[in-house]
């Protein structure tokens, strides 16, 4: 099989250990290149991928499962590391499995999660808070699915009715790992006074965003006023699950907060996105704005012109006579004028997956096309003045996906991307992700690629004590008795940084 990576031997156990061969990078591998006379680039440069400078892994943890998630790695005080997956039998029944992998690779805990035939959980942003010790706290979204509808028809009902219908859940385990304890608090406990208090009558979705910062819950999603346009609220509670405080942002009318982090004042930098329509266009605009650990609002930093805007127009009216009399007219004037062929220009795909507020840098990957054998690591200022330019070109049976990508900057300054990789073979297609190590001076120094599927989701990766965690669902497909089998595994594997 014709392949764009290095085949890899399948484990046979739940874990794979051995001394790993790390190889060098040759430096004849990325070939610098001409730069012509507008571009004043610290880098230029060309990579032709080749399997060969493949480093292998340390270690390589496989678990067989039947149709699996993974929602959240992380690692523990103690070395290990801690995996949320939900897996899912022949008959749609879901399980949540809290797993726990020493620094070795070796399995020291699994654990299912009990939860009543009523409710369910909702696993993403799930948190995780870690303990000195080795233990750790899960803080869970979990909705309580009621057969009744809700009769409820004040305001106040209403709030009141959706709100019970979410909790968090505190699920804590010591170092042992054995079992857990767990405590539960309502949305409506938390947050129901506080909304009438400020007047705030409904939530547009009691399935809000949980993020934790600063040693808090912070709790984010959208609210509104009878009348006014739905705008995002933001609540913290300390680790308890008592609220601290509450604020509605009616400045930024329509916008759906995507991210909250923390900027380099320790404040909390919020990232939206405002979508508003005039005269039958769409419009989307970034807005930024920072506040404090009371949440009140800093300073803004918000796009002033949208994005992105999309013509819809307003209904057309029923013109069929005056149609067809147009349509004569059009015929002969065709008839008279040669139609000029549009040239289309051909478009970037690109995706911004890291910012350095203090270096005031970006790292983009872009690419010509969707899914072609080529893309561009650049990085630039945040003025977008291009300070590097590194094409990687894959062989022609290859095709790259820059949406999967992640990325991540290591503690020593150096850069860690990945690229969703897919290999054709006649009918047959494989994946696998590709990792790439670029130093601070913009050179290759480390390369991995993860053994291939017919599938590769929920890939994350994580910087441990000079090391790389990787961890994915991957599943392969056979055709078997007139009807699919999909053989899914949880896996995870570390890489050597060093």
Not at 277 to 283: E, F, I, P, R, S
Not at 403 to 410: F, I, P, T, V
Request: hydrophobic residues 30%.
């Amino acid at each position: 099989m014709l392949s764009c990576k290095k085949e890899n031997a399948q484990n046979t156990g739940e874990v794979n250990s051995s001394e790993q061969a790390l190889t060098s990078i040759d430096k004849t591998y990325q070939t610098d290149e001409k730069q012509n006379g507008s571009e004043n680039l610290e880098v230029k440069s060309v990579i032709k991928f080749s399997s060969k400078y493949n480093s292998s892994q340390i270690w390589d943890y496989k678990w067989n499962l039947n149709k699996a998630a993974l929602y959240n790695v992380q690692e523990l005080a103690n070395g290990n590391f801690m995996y949320l997956i939900e897996d899912e039998d022949k008959n749609h029944n879901s399980t949540v499995f809290v797993l726990v992998v020493d620094k070795n690779g070796k399995e020291a805990a699994k654990q299912k999660l009990a939860i009543d035939s009523k409710s369910k959980y909702n696993l993403y942003n799930t948190l995780v808070t870690v303990e000195r010790d080795g233990g750790f706290t899960i803080y869970i979204k979990r909705q309580v699915r009621s057969l009744k509808e809700s009769n409820e028809d004040t305001d106040e009902g209403k709030l009141r009715s959706r709100l019970k219908e979410y909790y968090i859940d505190k699920i804590k385990f010591n170092n042992t790992y054995k079992g857990y304890k767990t405590e539960s608090k309502s949305m409506e406990t938390l947050l129901f006074k506080s909304f009438q208090e400020k007047g705030l009558s409904y939530i547009v979705s009691a399935d809000f965003s949980i993020k934790y910062l600063k040693n808090k819950i912070l709790l984010y999603g959208m609210t509104g006023e009878p009348g006014l346009n739905d705008v995002p609220f933001i609540a913290i509670s300390d680790l308890n699950m008592n609220l601290l405080h509450i604020n509605s942002f009616k400045d930024y009318p329509a916008t759906k907060i995507e991210t909250i982090a923390l900027n380099a004042d320790a404040n909390f930098y919020i990232e939206g996105r405002e979508d508003s329509d005039a005269d039958g266009t769409y419009y989307s605009t970034h807005k930024r704005f920072a506040i404090n650990e009371n949440l009140k609002l800093l300073n803004d930093k918000s796009d002033k012109e949208p994005y992105e805007s999309v013509y819809r127009g307003p209904s057309a009216p029923d013109t069929s006579d005056e149609d067809e009399e147009d349509d004569s007219n059009n015929a002969e004037i065709e008839a008279q004028e040669p139609v000029k062929e549009v040239k289309k220009e051909e478009t970037w795909a690109k995706k911004t997956f890291y910012s350095d507020e203090k270096e005031k840098t970006l790292y983009n990957l872009k690419q010509k096309g969707m899914f072609s054998n080529k893309v561009v690591f650049e990085k630039t200022k945040s003025d977008s003045t291009a300070l590097w330019q590194i094409s990687f070109v894959f062989p022609d049976n290859c095709e790259v996906s820059i949406y999967s990508s992640q990325a991540l900057k290591l503690t020593n300054g150096d850069f860690v991307f990945s690229l969703y990789l897919t290999s054709k073979s006649g009918q047959k297609e494989k994946s696998s992700m590709a990792i790439f190590v670029i130093n601070k001076e913009g050179r290759l120094t480390r390369q991995f690629q993860t053994p291939e599927y017919d599938e590769l989701n929920g890939f994350e990766m994580k910087e441990t004590n000079g090391k790389l965690l990787t961890a994915f669902v991957p599943y392969n497909a056979n055709f078997v008795n007139n009807e699919w089998e999909y053989l899914y595994e949880f896996r995870s594997i570390m890489y050597s940084l060093e």
